[in-house]
Nanobody
């Protein structure tokens, strides 16, 4: 079973930057990040496939960049120009398309706080 290890969360001032990283233990087809802000539903932030295709939520496009070697289960997301509304728990996820089924995995979550 895949295990996801997250790092990079923290507290920054508005306009600051953070880099979130996530590593899976095995072969992966797609990875990405979800986030849940206080009082809000979980939302998709960014995804990247093992052939390098990326997708971003409109609210972060142009500020966040996701990259990595997805086939080998490692990715990171650079977050620039952070805003208070980016404050949330960020969850790494990974999807593996095996011969018998689709496997999905979630990280424990890492807190990102943007405040003065």
């Amino acid at each position: 079973q895949e295990q996801l290890v997250e790092s990079g969360g923290g507290l920054v001032q508005p306009g600051g930057s953070l880099r979130l990283s996530c590593t899976a233990s095995g072969s992966i087809s797609m990875m990405g990040w979800y986030r849940r802000a206080p009082g809000k539903e979980r939302e998709l932030v960014a995804t990247i496939t093992n052939d390098g295709l990326t997708n971003y939520a409109a609210s972060v496009r142009g500020r966040f960049t996701i990259s990595g070697d997805i086939y080998h289960g490692t990715q990171s997301m650079q977050m620039n120009g952070l805003r208070p509304e980016d404050t949330a728990v960020y969850y790494c996820y990974a999807k593996h398309l095996a011969w018998d089924r689709v496997y999905e995995y979630w990280g424990q979550g890492t807190q990102v706080t943007v405040t003065s």
